[in-house]
């Protein structure tokens, strides 16, 4: 057995990521389309999900999974998140160790939701940090800017 420096001993490990790590709304879409058990949750509301929009799955024979991380009206924490999320998901087959895609409009919600997730032992949650409708361009508006919608991913209106 070797023996440890001084220096060795000063550095200690970064610590363990909090998630799986951020990735991009078009490596979301090649994760969905290149592993069939990959799932997508979406945290957004449910006053989002019917005016704005969500990603159409139907191509690859899978629906997303909507759980809202703040309840709407009031966006209050939905204290029940990570029991409807695993609901949903176990519903769907999923494994924790299936790749989970957390996605709201911007990368917060979702990340906040990737680390919750991942306390609850699915250690593949990964956070979609540009979002559904991505940053705000400089008229100050989204959908234009990165996110899913401006990528052209498949997404549906009610």
């Known amino acids: 057995m070797g023996k440890l420096s ?33 799932q997508l949750v979406d945290v957004r509301t449910v006053a989002e999900w019917n005016f704005v929009g969500l990603p159409d799955l139907a191509s690859l024979g899978r629906r997303v999974h909507c759980v809202e991380w703040q309840n709407f009206p009031s966006m209050a924490a939905n204290p029940d998140f990570v029991r409807e999320a695993a609901g949903a998901l176990d519903a ?27 306390r609850a032992g699915y ?12 940053d705000l361009d400089a008229e100050r508006h989204r959908g234009q800017n990165k996110g899913w919608k401006a990528q052209g991913l498949p997404w549906k209106q009610s």
């Open 6 to 38: 001084l220096g060795d001993a000063m550095s200690p490990s970064p610590p363990p990521l909090e998630y799986a790590g951020d990735i991009g709304s078009s490596e979301a879409w090649d994760m969905l389309t290149g592993d069939p058990n990959a």
């Open 92 to 118: 769907a087959g999923a494994a924790k160790d299936t790749p989970v895609l957390f996605l709201c409009r911007s990368g917060a919600r979702s990340r906040a939701a990737a680390m919750a997730m991942t």
């Open 123 to 134: 250690h593949k949650a990964f956070n979609i940090a540009d979002g559904f409708e991505g």
